[in-house]
């Protein structure tokens, strides 16, 4: 089975410091550059932050958008392939995307996604708060679901004796 | 370099040459340059003809730790009437290099309220008459509304600025400020509200692979004890620990010991109000502790906590309520006046109040003793809008006092028309000389010279000649920091001028030796010197106000301790000694020969003898 890996962010974490996105335009464009990142930070004043990047959903909404076959799925990984000769920076696929993950590339006008660095990214390796993650998500529901029963057991019963593992 | 006169709307770019770089590095190296270089001699803050620059550091807009985006701001100051500098980061900084600029120069004086819209090359000037008026932050959320455009990055002034507050700072990215020398005050004088950037260009570094790997072992350094201080507690931690030195300014001076300190320190408020970390651009020692207050009258204020502001509305106003001192700074910041002068200025009007030198007639009501929180709140806005006293201490204390008079003078405690900061300097010798000579009037992040003294590295109660050496060179390190521009928080990390080099040199390509970087921070230095030597500075202005030379500490491990005339004449002889300078404190004709300035020997000639 084709394992959809991605790099997610945990907002309690993230405190906004914009490295994964000086690191992405680094390794990608040997610049440095965040509009030309693959993740791109959100902050809200006054106190949340979140990176935010490619997700690679099943059937890709941006694939599907595209009028021009310019984007295609990986069988392999998931990730979103951009064939830059077709692509010609119209948008659809920014607006089709749910997560605004999807950059385009101010200079060249044709987009670019996170294609995971070859399995290592490395927005996860110079995170210095450690708060991304290449993660799944039946990895992510089962955090989520650890987590719960955690504090349902919290508060009903009171401290556990032993922190759950996760 | 971006030249705009805002009453013509001319733009001119210009560009710097190799050796102009590496002469002042950048930051306020090239901003006390261009500022001398383009200021006449002599004209009032408020003039037209006083620029406003704005000035980048040679790192900005890389991944070099806690760089990306510091700037700082520069004019003859409408506080000191002297060199104006600040200095500020957030994400300001990182966008103003990602739209290609250096320096911005600003000059001339706006018909109509205007902002400056930098969008990459394309530079304009906007109507800001619906912005007049508004706060910080209305002012950087319709920007961003009106030009569409969450990632624009906003620099702005309050309604501080607007009224010509001498306390009036630059707000950018919500928390963060350009905050001392009333800067503020000079875009307002200019009709201007704010600068609005975008950045898109790639910003490339001679040697990014080796950058990175730098990087990699900068990183590892920011992650260790030399600043854990900044990523636990925070500056707050000073609280107790100047507070036990008897070194914790407080009642506007008239102690260095506070009873509620452990009401307002670092501990304190990291367990009852702090409520996220956040960090600057590139940042990965994220010191910046958000603090928003849970329940009572001042529920809702938050305010990114520092130790000088936590000390200027804590202990110097007699304040232990933290929930007080956030809603404080959080005025502060959406009005546009610098917290910790503004806090001094309270200050001080507290301690007119109790010795009877104004009433409640003069604070519209307020009963303005020491320790009253909700007053000390209420005085924000009033200085900021000069309403009541407000109108009057929004000049900063230098101009207070004499306007108050009845001998509130002794009561004033600045250097050169800039309010004393937080370490009572009458038991830090070392630090009472950096202080006496800061450039920006009353400061210590020009040297950080209270490290000796606290250290135990000399003894803090007794003035020398050797101290001259130590704090000329601290500055010397300390014009570097502000030149890159890096984080002072991280100043535990570098491994002396060799390793600061080898940074410029992988930046720029601009091949670079410690030596001839501690050289350059001389060079700025002394710079900033003839600037202030020009615009009228004598060796008379090197001093301390009347209460650390006057009134010794009363009680507590500093008791008895000021610093008297005498003090001060050691200390200033052996620190112009230090730095080549005649007894009346003007860098002598060789001195300026050695560091390649002597094209600014005729203007300081004549003061010499």
């Known amino acids: 089975m084709v394992r959809h890996e991605f790099v997610t962010v945990d907002p309690d974490k993230c405190v906004g410091c914009r490295i994964c996105e000086y690191t992405c335009s680094l390794e990608k464009e040997k610049t440095f550059n965040p509009t030309k990142s693959r993740i791109r930070v959100v902050r809200i004043y006054p106190t949340i932050n979140a990176s935010m990047t490619c997700r690679l959903c099943e059937d890709a909404p941006c694939v599907v958008a595209c009028p021009r076959k310019a984007l295609e799925q990986s069988k392999e990984n998931g990730v979103i392939l951009v064939n830059a000769d077709k692509c010609n920076g119209c948008g659809w696929c920014i607006e089709a995307c749910d997560f605004g993950a999807i950059t385009l590339d101010p200079a060249k006008k044709v987009v670019a996604m996170c294609d995971l660095c070859n399995g290592e990214p490395k927005c996860v390796e110079w995170c210095p708060e450690e708060a991304l993650e290449l993660t799944t998500k039946d990895i992510l529901s089962q955090k989520a679901r650890f987590e719960a029963v955690k504090k349902l057991m919290e508060a009903t019963q009171g401290q556990p004796k032993a922190e759950a593992k996760s | ?609």
Request: proline share 4%; net charge neutral.
């Open chain 2, 1 to 609: 370099m971006l030249h705009i006169d805002v009453g013509t709307g001319k733009t001119k770019i210009q560009t710097f040459d190799e050796a102009f770089a590496k002469a002042y590095i950048g930051g306020t190296g090239f901003g006390i340059k261009t500022l001398l270089d383009n200021q006449p001699a002599g004209v009032d803050p408020f003039d037209p003809q006083n620029p406003l620059i704005y000035a980048l550091g040679a790192v900005n807009g890389t991944m070099v730790p806690c760089a990306a985006s510091k700037f700082g701001v520069f004019a003859k100051s409408p506080a000191s009437r002297l060199l104006g500098e600040a200095y500020s980061t957030g994400q300001w900084g990182a966008e103003l290099r990602q739209a290609g600029y250096d320096i911005v120069i600003i000059k001339g004086k706006a018909e109509k309220p205007k902002y400056l819209w930098i969008d990459d090359e394309s530079v304009q000037l906007m109507d800001a008459s619906h912005l007049w008026g508004k706060s910080t932050w209305d002012t950087e959320e319709i920007i961003r509304k009106d030009l569409g455009d969450q990632y624009i990055r906003v620099s702005t002034i309050g309604q501080g600025g607007e009224n010509l507050s001498a306390l009036a700072c630059l707000i950018n990215d919500h928390f963060r400020a350009a905050g001392r020398t009333g800067l503020g005050a000079v875009m307002g004088s200019k009709n201007m509200k704010a600068v609005a950037v975008r950045g898109t260009h790639d910003v490339s570094v001679a040697e990014h692979e080796k950058l990175r790997e730098f990087c990699r072992d900068l990183y590892e350094r920011c992650k260790g004890p030399a600043t854990s201080k900044y990523r636990t507690l925070g500056t707050p931690a000073n609280v107790l620990s100047l507070n036990k030195q008897g070194a914790l300014p407080t009642r506007n001076f008239r102690e260095a010991m506070f009873e509620g300190a452990d009401k307002i320190s670092g501990e304190y408020l990291n367990e009852h109000y702090v409520v996220k970390i956040e960090a600057c651009s590139a940042c990965p020692m994220r010191c910046e502790h958000i603090a928003s207050v849970p329940e009572g009258p001042f529920k809702g204020a938050t305010a990114r906590i520092e130790y000088e502001p936590t000390m200027a509305f804590g202990s110097s106003c007699g304040v232990d309520r933290l929930d007080a001192i956030i809603k404080a700074v959080e005025l502060c910041n959406v009005y546009g006046v610098d917290a910790i002068s503004t806090g001094m200025v309270v200050a001080f009007a507290m301690d007119c109040y109790e010795s009877g030198l104004i009433n409640a007639e003069d604070t519209g009501g307020l009963d303005l003793r020491f320790g009253n929180a909700e007053a000390m709140v209420e005085m924000v806005p009033k200085i900021a809008l000069r309403k009541d006293i407000g109108a009057v201490l929004a000049d900063g204390v230098k101009l207070a006092s004499e306007k108050i008079g009845k001998g509130s003078e002794a009561l004033a405690c600045h250097i050169k028309g800039v309010e004393l900061t937080g370490y009572d300097i009458r038991g830090l010798k070392t630090a009472a000389l950096g202080y006496a000579v800061s450039r920006r009037g009353a400061d210590h992040q020009r040297h950080g010279s209270y490290g000796p003294d606290l250290g135990g590295q000399v003894d803090r109660f007794k003035a020398d000649k050797s101290r001259g050496r130590l704090v000329a060179d601290a500055e010397d390190i300390y014009a570097i920091f502000d030149s890159m521009i890096l984080c002072k928080f991280s100043r535990g990390i570098w491994k002396g001028y060799d390793d600061i080099a080898n940074l410029y040199a992988l930046v720029t390509g601009i091949p670079c030796t410690g030596a001839e970087m501690q050289l350059a921070g001389e060079r700025i230095n002394q710079l900033g010197r003839i600037y202030n030597i020009r615009e009228g500075l004598t060796r008379a202005d090197d001093t301390v106000p009347p209460r650390i030379m006057n009134d010794p500490i009363p009680r507590g491990v500093s008791k008895g301790a000021r610093v008297t005339k005498e003090d001060m004449d050691i200390l200033l002889d052996g620190y112009y000694e230090a730095r080549g300078w005649t007894q009346q404190g003007v860098p002598k004709a060789e001195k300026l020969k050695d560091l390649g300035l002597s094209e600014y020997g005729a203007v300081v000639a004549s003061k010499r003898a």
